[in-house]
């Protein structure tokens, strides 16, 4: 990039000379007037040059359009899939990431309890799996609860099936539950309510999504279109 700049200056630089018929600073010497076309002309040149190597070097810098709809976390540090490896899913069996590779992962946070985000996002993932149609066979979905005190294996077997019955409810203990919420830079509290629950709970809404080898490459944002999470996970499967 330096070396980029610096030879655009001096073209210019040297034009500038060429167009002003300063060619030194030590002497003044007349320039041939039949010279002089041919001095600007060399100038013009040299500045169409300076151009084009500028032109070139800020389209290079320019960020290439996503391919995607969710914001792209390349190289992400956190969210590694295999920290699930330490839950529990709704039928009792002890979570296995390796056997999802091959497939596209999506994995959300919440609790059963949840008034609207939890239940708006799982029906979104519906029905981006449905638009999926046969690819959807290639995906898998994984509910993990913040709420392992009132999501029991039981519980999470009859609430997260009920959306699809590809999707996984995972628990954990307390001390699990937040040491997984950690690495995946997931936020929640409970929150106090008069009402018979006795709580709820404050969440992150965002939803991660994992390439076909297991990498967390994906942030999507709770609200977003079943139509685009479709599309992004079919960029996903294809190898992008």
């Given at each position: 990039?330096f070396?980029?700049i610096?030879?655009?200056?001096?073209?210019?630089?040297?034009?500038?000379?060429?167009?002003t018929?300063?060619?030194?600073?030590?002497?003044?010497?007349a320039?041939?007037?039949r010279?002089?076309p041919?001095?600007q002309?060399?100038?013009l040149?040299?500045l169409?040059?300076?151009a084009?190597i500028?032109?070139?070097h800020?389209a290079?810098?320019?960020?290439a359009?996503?391919?995607?709809h969710?914001?792209?976390?390349?190289?992400a540090?956190?969210?590694?899939?295999?920290?699930?490896d330490?839950l529990?899913d709704h039928?009792g069996?002890?979570?296995?990431?390796?056997?999802?590779?091959?497939?596209?992962?999506?994995?959300?946070?919440?609790?059963?309890?949840?008034?609207d985000i939890?239940?708006?996002t799982?029906?979104?993932m519906?029905?981006?799996?449905?638009?999926?149609?046969?690819d959807?066979?290639?995906?898998?979905?994984l509910?993990?609860?913040?709420?392992?005190e009132?999501?029991t294996q039981?519980v999470l077997a009859?609430?997260?099936p009920?959306?699809?019955a590809?999707?996984?409810?995972?628990?954990?203990?307390?001390k699990?539950?937040?040491k997984?919420a950690?690495?995946?830079?997931?936020f929640?509290?409970?929150v106090?309510s008069?009402?018979?629950?006795?709580?709820?709970?404050?969440h992150?809404?965002?939803?991660?999504?994992?390439?076909?080898?297991?990498?967390l490459?994906?942030?999507?944002?709770h609200?977003e279109?079943?139509a685009?999470?479709?599309a992004?996970?079919?960029q996903?499967?294809?190898?992008?």
């Amino acid at each position: 990039m330096f070396i980029k700049i610096v030879i655009v200056l001096l073209l210019l630089i040297v034009a500038v000379s060429l167009l002003t018929g300063r060619g030194g600073a030590t002497r003044q010497v007349a320039t041939p007037s039949r010279v002089r076309p041919m001095m600007q002309k060399m100038a013009l040149i040299l500045l169409a040059l300076g151009a084009a190597i500028a032109i070139v070097h800020l389209a290079g810098c320019s960020p290439a359009p996503s391919a995607f709809h969710a914001t792209e976390v390349k190289e992400a540090n956190y969210g590694r899939l295999a920290t699930l490896d330490t839950l529990t899913d709704h039928t009792g069996r002890r979570l296995a990431s390796a056997d999802f590779r091959g497939k596209a992962v999506v994995v959300f946070f919440g609790y059963t309890q949840c008034p609207d985000i939890c239940p708006t996002t799982l029906v979104t993932m519906k029905e981006a799996m449905t638009l999926l149609g046969a690819d959807a066979e290639r995906v898998q979905v994984l509910f993990v609860t913040v709420d392992p005190e009132r999501d029991t294996q039981e519980v999470l077997a009859g609430y997260v099936p009920w959306f699809d019955a590809r999707f996984l409810g995972l628990y954990g203990d307390e001390k699990t539950t937040l040491k997984t919420a950690k690495e995946f830079r997931v936020f929640f509290t409970k929150v106090k309510s008069e009402t018979a629950l006795g709580y709820s709970i404050d969440h992150s809404a965002t939803s991660y999504a994992y390439d076909p080898q297991g990498r967390l490459r994906l942030l999507i944002r709770h609200g977003e279109t079943p139509a685009h999470i479709a599309a992004d996970l079919r960029q996903l499967l294809a190898g992008k």
